[in-house]
């Protein structure tokens, strides 16, 4: 229509040659219009997605570019271009139907469309209303339904009324409700049993007056008061409370009590439901005294176990040294014989004492366990050789397999050499002449190494396997008795693999022989740790140092400082005795020691309290290396004897290899009382690498503990910094022990320790330790590093 009105302007125009231009102008303002709007509005988006739509806008669209300059024009111009236009617009009219018909067929199917919908509407509309009348005459019979309910339930509601009334009468707790004003508004009949009143005496009384002991009421009164006041309350709804009642006697006993608030007739009202617990309460604080009794009898114990063990190894340790120093002396052989027979029991009998202590340590826990690197095959090669004579004196033979088994296990080394010497050591004593096996193998679809002990010997009825476990049982206990044995092997043995994780059983047969196995986790690696391994020979101290080293011995057993006098001086050592920690303070003060040994159960001053003065002391043994003595040897207490300044610990009984193999690893000392590192270390690397390199590793090493000496004398701040300085503190105690610098070595370990631990409590005393022992090491070092310049 827009069209056919442009042609009916133009065409009069055209006809008017004097006539005005303006209706031609405004008929193609309006087509020009509609075709902008149809082309870009979203209204006829649908209609411009067409087929056949598109080809026409663009012919409309190229009539409005072709055309719009000329209407813009003069009229002259406008004039002139008429018949162009007029022909123009003829030739557009196909596409204009095409794109109106298109236009009208879309429209007139949207309102087809449009009445189905509103049809479809109208008709769910009429379901709908149908439905909702339907449901509104349900709704009418379930509400007449639900009235004849409500009828039934108030009568039903009524009758539990009356029971519950009953219920709360006959209860055993008692039950007692107040108002906000604190009086009693209920009272059973169990609260009348409790408290000694009467419900018509209760009843409209303030309980505060009633039943609240004396002590408590005005605690009471103010919270009372405060719910009020402001509503705030701590023992309503706060579930079960322990507190105290009075009766009406006046007696205060403990009761439990659950406190509720609920709204009566809309009122708050209180209610209490109380139990008295005095008989429970007794019966608890015979528990707490019988309790008390027993750790303080498990704390005797302890104590007994400690001052026993030091009360027995001291004589053995005299018996023990006694007898190795006679048999280095010239004895006819009936002497050695006897010495040999007093030798082995006395060698028994300290192992009983083991034992004993060995399983009083496991149940109190204290087992310090220290997983290493272990090759089975090296350790089995380690327990035959140990075995070897026993089992050859037997008649036995062995064999050992670790085919199947793991190459490497992470575990206690000297606990799982004990269970196994137990295992294979009852296997030796009741087998003769036959076979005894040594296996170790992978258990399938685990992570478990097994170890297994077997032999042909006499086994064991399947009713005594259940008992072999436990302590002090010998299944042969008669005088007559071929085995020796105190009962404790295998009872330690089953302790001690517990502690690693493990488990342990047996497999036997009377006549045919036992299988023993232990399975234990096979670990993962853990940090490297220095062992020292008891099996090799031990290091003469003459054999590692510059000359003879002057130790002071303090110990107040005159035959345990015979045995270790006589021991040193053989070694080439100097000797001066302290009879007790008063006199070893008084030695230490006076003269230079290389190393002092103290006992630590000494009269007067004991052996930490003794290390610990000479540590804080000015003197010229402030520094010098302390092994501690003593019979017994808990994990916390080498804790404590390494705080008080304990450099080593030898566990008594002293041998000659363990005391010399202890002085030995201390390294030799400088005599200006700091421990310096080891001359063949540095003979060594002198050899290896030259003169140069080794000045340059001891100038790179002071550099860097210098440092970190520097940095520890500040706060440590951030986590990160602190972590820098435990890298640190790690790499200079790993150069610390390639020098052999012990004592420095372990302050730097337990200054990487601190650092690492997240809340580091014991940071600054490890900084302090670390600065002083760096103090008295370093100059040692400039000594051979001037050494090596010169």
């Known amino acids: 229509m827009d069209l056919l009105a442009l042609q009916v302007a133009v065409n009069a125009a055209l006809a008017d040659e004097d006539g005005t231009l303006a209706n031609a102008r405004r008929r193609f303002d309006i087509f020009y219009s509609r075709v902008t709007v149809t082309s870009e509005s979203r209204q006829f988006a649908e209609l411009r997605s067409q087929d056949g739509a598109d080809e026409a806008l663009i012919a409309m669209n190229a009539f409005l570019d072709r055309q719009v300059t000329r209407f813009d024009a003069s009229d002259a111009v406008l004039r002139a271009a008429l018949p162009d236009i007029v022909q123009d617009l003829e030739d557009l009219r196909d596409q204009v139907r095409t794109f109106s018909l298109l236009g009208v067929k879309l429209f007139a199917l949207a309102k087809d469309e449009r009445r189905e919908a509103l049809a479809l509407l109208l ?219 007093m030798e082995t029991s006395a060698s028994l009998l300290l192992s009983h004492v083991n034992n004993v202590l060995s399983i009083s340590g496991a149940e109190a826990g204290q087992l310090d366990l220290k997983p290493i690197e272990i090759r089975p095959d090296e350790l089995f090669r380690q327990l035959v050789a140990s075995q070897q004579s026993s089992i050859s004196a037997n008649g036995n033979a062995i064999t050992v397999s670790t085919g199947q088994g793991p190459e490497i296990v992470w575990a206690d080394r000297t606990r799982l050499l004990q269970v196994l010497l137990n295992l294979l050591g009852n296997a030796n004593k009741f087998t003769r002449n036959g076979q005894l096996v040594l296996e170790c193998d992978s258990v399938p679809d685990s992570d478990m190494v097994e170890f297994r002990v077997i032999d042909d010997g006499i086994g064991i009825a399947k009713e005594d396997q259940s008992r072999i476990w436990e302590d002090f049982q010998m299944l042969d206990a008669s005088y007559s008795r071929v085995t020796e044995g105190s009962g404790l092997g295998l009872a330690i043995s089953k302790r001690l693999v517990i502690a690693m994780g493990g488990e342990i059983g047996v497999e036997s047969e009377t006549g045919k022989g036992s299988l023993f196995w232990v399975r234990l986790p096979v670990g993962t690696p853990v940090e490297k740790t220095t062992v020292t391994d008891n099996t090799k020979t031990p290091i003469h101290p003459t054999e590692t140092t510059d000359g003879t080293l002057d130790i002071l011995l303090v110990e107040d057993n005159m035959i345990n400082r015979l045995v270790a006098r006589d021991i040193l001086e053989k070694a080439g050592h100097r000797v001066v005795e302290a009879e007790d920690g008063h006199d070893g303070i008084k030695a230490a003060a006076t003269e230079l020691f290389d190393i002092i040994l103290m006992d630590i159960s000494m009269p007067v001053i004991d052996g930490v309290t003794a290390t610990h003065q000479i540590r804080e002391t000015e003197g010229p043994n402030r520094s010098t290396p302390i092994i501690a003595l003593t019979a017994h040897a808990l994990a916390e207490d080498l804790v404590r004897f390494r705080k008080a300044g304990v450099t080593d610990t030898i566990v008594k009984p002293l041998t000659k290899n ?133």
């Open 123 to 341: 008709t769910r509309l009429g379901i709908l209303t149908f439905a909702l009348v339907f449901t509104l005459l349900l709704v009418v019979l379930v509400l007449l339904w639900m009235i004849r309910r409500s009828a039934r339930a108030e009568i039903a509601v009524e009758n539990a009324r009356n029971r519950l009334q009953e219920v709360i009468s006959t209860s055993i707790d008692g039950i007692l409700a107040m108002n906000l004003q604190g009086q009693v508004v209920d009272y059973n009949g169990a609260a009348e049993r409790i408290f000694g009143y009467t419900r018509d005496e209760a009843i409209g009384q303030d309980m505060a007056d009633l039943i609240i002991p004396d002590h408590l009421r005005n605690s009471h009164n103010a919270g009372m008061k405060r719910f009020r006041l402001t509503g705030e309350n701590h023992v309503v709804g706060a579930g079960l409370l322990q507190l105290e009642a009075k009766r009406k006697d006046g007696a205060v006993f403990p009761v439990e009590v659950t406190i509720a608030s609920v709204d009566a007739d809309g009122e708050q009202i209180f209610v209490s439901f109380l139990r008295d617990v005095s008989a429970r309460a007794a019966v608890e604080k015979e528990l707490v005294v019988a309790r008390d009794k027993a750790v303080a009898g498990e704390k005797a114990k302890a104590e007994l176990l400690a001052v026993m063990s030091h009360e027995m190894r001291t004589p053995l340790n005299g018996l023990l040294g006694t007898m190795v120093l006679m048999q280095e002396t010239r004895l006819a052989p009936k002497q050695k014989k006897y010495l040999s027979a």
């Open 658 to 790: 363990t005391l010399l193999r202890s002085v030995g690893d201390i390294g030799p000392i400088d005599r200006t009382g700091r421990i310096a590192a080891a001359e063949d270390v540095f003979s060594v690397l002198r050899a290896q690498i030259g003169i140069p390199k080794t000045f340059a590793l001891i100038a790179q090493f002071i550099a860097e503990t210098d440092r970190l000496a520097s940095r520890c004398s500040d706060a440590v701040g951030s986590p990160a910094e602190a972590h820098e300085l435990a890298d640190q503190a790690h790499n200079a105690a790993g150069s610390a022990a390639v020098f052999q610098l012990k004592a420095l070595g372990l302050s730097l370990a337990d200054l990487e320790t601190a650092l690492r631990s997240d809340r580091r409590p014991n940071l600054h005393a490890a900084m302090v330790s670390f600065t002083k022992t760096w103090s008295q090491a370093r100059p040692g070092l400039l000594l051979h590093s001037q050494g090596l310049s010169d």
